[in-house]
């Protein structure tokens, strides 16, 4: 059975109608405000000829792109701000890897408590320190012994 062209749209109109609609996102609370004032809509959407005028008169000039070897020479690399001052109970990670590397070289005389008297610091933030916080240590192995152990 054929259905006639009226017959098709038709079938698809209901179709269309029978849909679920998805329904619309809740409202901002700051909408509430345009509602009960409609004259805030018209304003929104009325074009204010002073601000089209200027816009006009904005003339835009493009030239070629800088080349990148102009790029890397404006590019100078920074160096980190040393610090000027820095408040009490606290210090610099300068001041925290000398500090820790001498206690290191020299444990008897660089004590946790001249530590904190020198750095005008908590004698338990010093203890963490020394006990958590470890420095680089670089080894360096002899050169193995090329004497291969024959095999019988």
């Known amino acids: 059975m054929w259905l ?18 998805p ?7 700051s909408t509430n405000s345009l509602l009960l004032y409609p004259e805030i809509k018209g304003e929104i959407a009325h074009k204010d000829d002073k601000l089209l ?4 008169d904005v003339y835009v000039d493009s030239k070629d792109l ?30 925290a890897l000398t500090l820790l590397n001498n206690h290191k070289l020299y444990p008897e005389t660089r004590t946790a408590e001249k530590i904190a008297q020198e750095y005008q610091l908590e004698q338990k933030d010093v203890n963490s320190l020394l006990k958590y916080f470890v420095t680089f240590e670089v080894k360096i192995f002899p050169p193995e012994d090329n004497k291969a152990i024959q095999s019988k």
Do not use: D, Y
């Open 23 to 29: 329904s619309p996102a809740p409202r901002h609370p």
């Open 53 to 56: 005028s200027f816009l006009k």
């Open 66 to 95: 800088v080349s990148s070897a102009q790029v890397k020479a404006a590019e100078t690399h920074q160096e980190p701000k040393e610090f000027r001052f820095i408040p009490k109970g606290k210090i610099s990670i300068v001041e």
């Open 4 to 21: 006639t062209g009226a017959a098709v749209i038709q079938n698809r109109a209901e179709w269309e109608i029978s849909k679920m609609k």
